[in-house]
């Protein structure tokens, strides 16, 4: 397993951008595919995004398609969130996870999450 820690929420009006950072610990980052979930109150955990070993795949959330982009820094051993357009719905505890292998939108298999982040967007 991998320790997360996520950092980068706050509150932002709607129609703001934030950015979240997820680093990892241990040598093996590149062996992970990244994602973000989020879960808002008396709200399953949901998929946001994900991105490959490599960064070359990724995928999203059709909710945050076109606003929210993923990216890593495979040498920083860092995950990455920039969120553009930001809306009221988005806002929710925002979660790095990373699994070895599998669907990378399903929550099964991710074995390592972080703490968590808060976001808040107001109207």
């Known amino acids: 397993q991998v320790l997360l820690v996520e950092s980068g929420g706050g509150l932002m009006q709607a129609g703001g951008s934030l950015r979240l950072s997820c680093v990892a610990s241990?040598?093996?980052?590149?062996?992970?595919?990244m994602a973000w979930f989020r879960q808002a109150p008396g709200k399953e955990r949901e998929f946001v995004v994900a991105?490959?070993?490599?960064?070359?795949?990724?995928y999203y959330a059709d909710s945050v398609k076109g606003r929210f982009t993923i990216s890593r820094d495979n040498a920083k051993n860092t995950v990455y969130l920039q969120m553009n357009s930001l809306k009221p719905e988005d806002t929710a505890v925002y979660y790095c996870g990373s699994k070895w292998y599998g669907t990378p939108t399903s929550i099964a298999g991710f074995t390592s999450w972080g703490q968590g982040t808060q976001v808040t967007v107001s109207s």
């Open positions: 991105i490959s070993r490599g960064g070359s795949t990724t």
């Open positions: 241990g040598r093996t980052f590149t062996s992970y595919t």
